[in-house]
């Protein structure tokens, strides 16, 4: 299946409440799960449904989440349950001419699916996957894991295969009747931004992707500061 | 119960996993709610278990979903079913010297419980509140939801009584014999931040939390740009 193709919903990932607003094509979904660093897993055990908030990241047509092996979720996960993994962006607030028709600019991705655990040298390879994710390059510059850290650490991918987005863009979409109103209408705006880099230590002086970051940061960032403890 | 009390965990909300990182104190919890807009909800039903983003808002000790009545998980939600319901504010990418102690920065809060209904002039008010948690002095601007836009809106709320906060701050942690390592080591911050508005129409000029946002808002943000359909 190429990055483009149109998965059908399922009955679990059809989108029924503003149907328009769902999107089931691959390109769709991985540009929403490439852009977050973090998903919310929920599952269900003896003790009821839980939603936990986990780092994340994609190869292929998996997402993968990792940890320590003694993490809860993720001992149930691994055991084949099924689950719901959520990731969201909000991208602004709407502010429409009457109360009713408020609303928020957002991406989302539902996936369902079961977890499978990855092992043994693909468990070593997805790790560094997620390092250079976050940081292009580094996974040749940080000790690797050794033994005894790799099989302390779990991790685990889900096929995209029963997946939906789902986004809404654009300005506030009021009633003809309430147009013309003497309100302020409009978006408010908002993104997850990089801030100042905080080194803790730079022996070999600062890195493509600690500059790029910089480089983009909203607050004072022609330079990294210092790390507070 | 006042503002500061702590609540003892449930065998639900005590952490586990790195126990130093969970609090149970309601200005903790209260705080990671008022930074949030957006909550994600879990709920179980006959196809599994969902995972759905919604906003959400806090007034006292509960905390406040809305939608069309139409929504399948806020009919369900409006059951009674037990439900948990978890908030993330991603703070930023920590970046070790050993692949394994790489980490984030977090505040995170989980919530246990059932929903329940907010009727009559109880509702009305709580969709005001949320429109001045979003702008202040906004809900009385707007044109007020008229009778059936109320009726086709569904208010609900849940105690925070059962729920949990996480958070980690600070540099990484890594082991003593890696500290030499030659490699770059602090964190990337990162934040939700206010970005230029966009105006669709200001009739009457622009309010003073439109100029708020404008005001901390990271890219070109001295005038309200057009909004872009």
Redesign the interface.
């Known amino acids: 299946m190429t990055a483009t193709n149109t998965q059908p919903p399922s009955?679990?990932t059809r989108i029924?409440?503003v149907a328009r607003r769902g999107h089931y094509d691959r390109a769709t979904l991985h540009a929403i799960v490439d852009a977050a660093?973090?998903c919310?897993?929920?599952?269900?055990d003896e003790?009821?449904?839980?939603?936990?908030?986990t780092?994340c990241w994609r190869e292929g047509d998996h997402l993968y989440i990792h940890?320590?092996n003694?993490?809860?979720m993720l001992k149930l996960a691994a055991t084949g349950a099924?689950?719901?993994?959520?990731i969201?962006h909000?991208d602004?607030?709407v502010?429409?001419?009457?109360?009713?028709h408020?609303s928020?600019n957002?991406r989302?991705a539902?996936i369902?699916g079961c977890f499978e655990a990855v092992e043994g040298p693909a468990k070593a390879a997805a790790?560094?996957a997620f390092?250079e994710r976050?940081?292009p390059g580094?996974?040749h510059?940080?000790?690797?894991?050794?033994t005894s850290?790799l099989a302390a650490?779990t991790v685990l991918r889900i096929p995209l295969d029963e997946a939906a987005a789902k986004i809404r863009t654009?300005?506030?979409a009021d009633d003809e009747a309430?147009?013309?109103?003497?309100?302020?209408?409009?978006?408010?705006?908002?993104?997850?931004?990089?801030?100042?880099?905080?080194?803790?230590?730079?022996?070999?002086?600062?890195?493509d992707y600690?500059r790029a970051?910089a480089s983009t940061a909203?607050a004072s960032a022609t330079d990294?500061e210092a790390?507070?403890?």
Not at 47 to 53: A, F, K, N, T
Not at 182 to 207: E, K, S
């Open positions: 009955p679990r029924h409440h660093y973090v919310h897993l929920a599952f269900a003790h009821g449904v839980h939603c936990i908030p780092a940890g320590s003694g993490r809860r099924q689950v719901c993994v959520t969201t909000l602004g607030l502010l429409a001419r009457s109360a009713f408020h928020m957002y989302s539902v369902y790790l560094d390092v976050i940081a580094r996974s510059e940080v000790r690797p894991g050794d850290e650490t654009g300005g506030p309430d147009m013309d109103r003497p309100v302020w209408a409009g978006v408010l705006p908002m993104a997850l931004q990089p801030l100042a880099p905080l080194t803790d230590a730079a022996p070999t002086g600062t890195p600690v970051w909203s990294a790390v507070s403890p």
